[in-house]
């Protein structure tokens, strides 16, 4: 089997969805779209699920995820504390619901989606990229499949020197490994 790396999975930043700090959700919301419906389906399987968030210079600031965006529909998510933290801790279908009670989380409806996504700004809702979520083209699939399972990450941002050229989704990985087993003669 020839060494597999990063570059060879990756999507090309342009070929991704991005918008600039300044865009609301539903432009973003667009953004991803529109990116879906030019997507090339005979190269890649699955629908992106991440937009990139930009600066004025086209730098990638941070991205949002599709958590991401829900939760900024609902404000009271912030002030339950870290969702990560209490997502991993293992709570009860019941504990959870008493929390969404006790916040009254999404108690208003759903109707007014439009004016809060028109109004909502990336740049007060979006993901800032850690230090463990960026790796370089040239790194081989093994060393990626363990930075995606010890982070926990869904995508990585790949660099090229410093400038970032794409990004590793987890999909396109686990379809790659999916298929070198189905490959195999066992």
């Not at 060494?3 to 919301?29: C, H, Q, R, W």
């Not at 504990?95 to 009670?101: A, G, I, R, T």
């Amino acid at each position: 089997m020839k060494t597999i790396l990063v570059k060879d999975l990756m999507v090309p930043l342009e070929e991704y969805a991005t918008v600039s700090a300044e865009a609301t959700l539903f432009e973003a919301v667009m953004a991803l779209e529109k990116v879906h419906e030019e997507l090339d389906r005979s190269r890649y399987k699955y629908l992106h699920r991440a937009i990139l968030v930009l600066d004025k210079d086209n730098k990638v600031l941070g991205k949002i995820s599709q958590l991401d965006a829900l939760r900024a529909l609902e404000p009271k998510y912030g002030e339950m504390g870290d969702a990560g933290t209490i997502s991993r801790a293992g709570f009860s279908p019941q504990f959870l619901k008493s929390m969404m009670e006790r916040y009254s989380i999404f108690s208003d409806p759903l109707q007014d989606i439009c004016s809060k996504a028109a109004k909502l700004k990336v740049k007060d809702f979006m993901y800032t990229l850690g230090e463990g979520e960026y790796i370089e083209e040239s790194t081989h699939l093994g060393e990626a499949m363990h930075q995606l399972v010890m982070g926990h990450h869904q995508s990585l941002l790949v660099t090229s020197d410093e400038d970032i050229v794409g990004i590793l989704r987890l999909t396109d990985v686990f379809v790659h490994i999916f298929q070198e087993m189905r490959a195999c003669e066992i």
